[in-house]
């Protein structure tokens, strides 16, 4: 499975401690969503918008165990969901990769 990361498991020291290793990686864009810090927390979140796009990390096939480990990273107040990542540098629409990204479920949406 693909993962879109947008704020701290963008860094590789950050996804290798919580996935319990490393994957491939290349930079990205994802459409339809907006990246903000949230008050009071050193990391951001992530919520649809359809006149946006947030630069991230595109991780390539992580496993399953690695996966499950990612879910209790990002706990209750996120939830798995799968979108379309561009890829390259720009991004190119012919690019698009299938992914799961985690977004901020819609009662934290005031934080």
């Known amino acids: 499975m693909n993962v879109f990361a947008y704020g ?16 491939e990686y290349e930079s990205g ?8 810090g949230l008050r009071g927390e050193s990391y951001p979140a ?3 918008n359809s006149s946006s796009a947030t630069e991230g990390v595109l991780w390539r096939d992580v ?20 979108v379309q990542g561009l890829m390259g540098d ?3 629409p012919a690019s698009a990769v299938d992914a799961v990204t985690y977004v901020l479920i819609p009662s934290q949406h005031h934080r």
């Open 46 to 48: 992530l919520v649809p």
């Open 63 to 82: 496993d399953a165990e690695s996966m499950s480990r990612l879910d209790a990273f990002e706990g209750a107040w996120y939830e798995r969901t799968t």
């Open 29 to 36: 864009l994802l459409a339809g969503y907006v990246r903000y």
């Open 8 to 23: 701290t498991l963008t860094f590789a020291q950050v996804m290798e401690v919580v996935a319990g290793k490393l994957f």
């Open 90 to 92: 720009p991004p190119d």
